[in-house]
């Protein structure tokens, strides 16, 4: 959430977060070096939708204006909370090298790539960030009753992954005995779902990216659009196998089973007005295809669903909601069917992909500490990727009444330094120096398509015939005038010759 050189109560109290790089004194965002300035931040003023009725009860609203209203904005390739770092895909002293970043199908790495990517979740799971902590009380409870300290804490790294998307989803807290507002996400049931993703995603690929000092990580994808019932990745090579003594538990051969979860007190969020912090409870519950109460979860995708869903043309449709109809966003987020159409008992694509884990993976406010939710989102990532790449000049992101959280020029939330779904809504590898090696499965023709093919293959082949028998009778035609009228040249050339040898016999 904050840079933690942002959280002493002075930096609060001025709502000023504008630290120097490299450590520089009083050089606010490297101004010095031309790599940034410290200005006020943005944030829309547009209308969002009415699903969310309140006015200044979660701090939010008009993200991170509650907190801080002077950033970093860094110039050209430079990027961080003091513009000390480089933009995504660039390295070197002047942010100028482009280092390319691949992103790989899971089940195409080999053994010890398997290894390598695992050890970097499990370094990550265990290794404090070495920037960022989280505000563990809502900002009218964020300073200690004597205003000396504030209540932030450090956190790992992944473990941060899982908190920024707790912190996304989480009730608005209303105080006096009412019950918390469920109404609101900030992350989903909207057309940020995609940007905010793909923002989350990247910031975890940089983190780990500095945590190894490989500027070439990337995170891996997983394709769930594969039908059936295996968990394919539930190896204990990758995400780890199904535990032999518990069907809801990881086998311990992965070093997953060792993971425990964050942010599971939600009763503790939403009644007492807390917030998640960094404590780790439990560990990870998975039992993929076992919802025996929900038998349309117990299966995943299939591949034309995704082919499917890159042939909407509509990014999204009003109202930008979990109920859209025809919409892109609707149908790769999972509410509507493949082809488009919204339907309340429909689960596909990427809410059918999470419903399948059906444990930690499934619920909102927990899933990220599953370690499937990366691949799973990656690979949604790549899906809407794509589907920007199909559809240049469709792309067309609202600007307002979308859901609170969701307007295209709102700051994601709880995203350090403020980044707009505006951002993250342009085609990856030409924007955000990255991109995926994927083949997406051809659409299968339709009855129509295969009588219109079958009627212009029929005409093609009887003007064919047609040229071809025209051709035939005019060179037949051609050649029998032709032979006439050389023989007739000929009996000219005889009969000239004849009459000039009987004009001549008839002069002798
Ligand atoms: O019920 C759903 O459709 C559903 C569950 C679930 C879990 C999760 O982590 C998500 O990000 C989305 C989601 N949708």
Known sequence: QFPR?????????????????????NDPCGVSLGRGQCLSVQADTRAHGPQYPHVDQDDRERWPLRFFTSACRCTGNFYGFNCGRCKHGFT???????????????????????????????????????????????????????????????????????WSHYYSVSKTFLGGGQPSFGGVDFSHEGPGFVTW????????????????????????????????????????????????????????????????????????????????????????????????????????????????????????????????????RNTIEGYSAPEGT???????????????????????????????FVLLHTFTD???????????????????NAPIGHNRDYNMVPFWPPITNAEMFVTAPENLGYSYEATWPARPITPTEIITIAVIAALFVVAIIFAVTTCAVRSRSHNSEGRQHLLGEQYQRYDDHDTHNSKSQSVV
Request: net charge negative.
């Open 197 to 328: 993703h793909r923002y989350h995603l990247l910031q975890l690929e940089r983190d780990i990216q500095d945590m190894l000092g490989d500027p070439r990580f990337a995170l891996p994808y997983w394709n769930f659009a594969i039908g059936g019932n295996q968990c394919d990745i539930c190896t204990d090579d990758l995400m780890g196998a199904r535990s032999s003594f518990d069907e809801n538990g990881i086998s311990s051969n992965s070093i997953f089973s060792q993971w425990r979860v964050v942010c599971e007190s939600l009763d503790d969020y939403d009644t007492l007005g807390t917030i998640c912090n960094s404590t780790e409870s439990n560990p990870i519950r998975r039992n993929p295809a076992g919802n025996v109460a929900r038998p349309m979860v117990q299966k995943l995708p299939e591949p034309q669903d995704i082919e499917a869903c890159l042939q909407l043309t509509t990014f999204d449709t009003p109202p930008f909601y979990s109920t859209s109809t025809d919409s892109f």
């Open 342 to 372: 919204y339907d309340p008992i429909v689960r596909s694509l990427h809410n059918l992909a999470h419903l399948f884990l059906n444990g930690t993976g499934g619920q909102t406010h927990l899933s990220p500490n599953d370690p499937i």
């Open 92 to 162: 070197g002293v002047n942010c100028d090298t482009p280092v390319p970043v691949v992103r790989r199908n899971v089940l195409t790495l080999n053994p010890s790539e398997r290894r390598s990517f695992v050890n970097a979740l499990h370094q990550a799971k265990r290794t404090v960030h070495p920037d960022l902590v989280i505000a563990t009380r809502r900002y009218g409870e964020l300073f200690s009753p004597d205003g000396n300290t504030t209540m932030f804490e450090n956190i790992t790294i992944y473990n941060y992954f899982v």
């Open 5 to 25: 050189e942002c959280t002493s109560t002075e930096a609060l109290r001025n709502a000023r977060c504008c630290p120097s790089p490299f450590g520089r004194v």
């Open 382 to 400: 790549a899906i809407f990727d794509e589907w920007l790449r199909r559809h240049p000049g469709s792309a067309d992101y609202p600007m307002e």
